[in-house]
């Protein structure tokens, strides 16, 4: 069992940053991989940034250049650093973390709200 708990989001203008961290309850060194996920109001959930065990890093195309996803092992903390906000990316962002026991478990945190208004 992985518990997440996701901080840092709020209500930033557009063109502002924020970073949100998300921490495990256990370490997530082997953790298969660590991701944000976010959902604006009637959409779907959608996968904005990855990290895998292996070191790679996968983001959605409205976020490259602007978001960064860091895992740190030490404190069992994944954060996503993102710039240069836009209102489009308002949603709730959720953190997921993946692990295999001999199946592909998920497990997912409660959310944190972004809002990008001026």
């Known amino acids: 069992q992985v518990q997440l708990a996701e901080s840092g989001g709020g209500l930033v203008q557009p063109g502002g940053s924020l970073r949100l961290s998300c921490a495990a309850s256990?370490?997530?060194?082997?953790?298969?991989?660590m991701g944000w996920y976010r959902q604006a109001p009637g959409q779907q959930r959608e996968p904005v940034a990855i990290a895998t065990s292996g070191g790679e890093t996968n983001y959605a195309d409205s976020v490259k250049g602007r978001f960064t996803i860091s895992r740190d092992n030490a404190k069992n903390t994944v954060y996503l650093q993102m710039n240069s906000l836009k209102p489009e990316d308002t949603a709730v962002y959720y953190c997921k973390a993946e692990i295999v026991r001999n199946v592909l478990i998920s497990y997912w945190g409660q959310g944190t709200q972004v809002t990008v208004s001026s």
């Open positions: 256990r370490s997530i060194s082997s953790m298969k991989s």
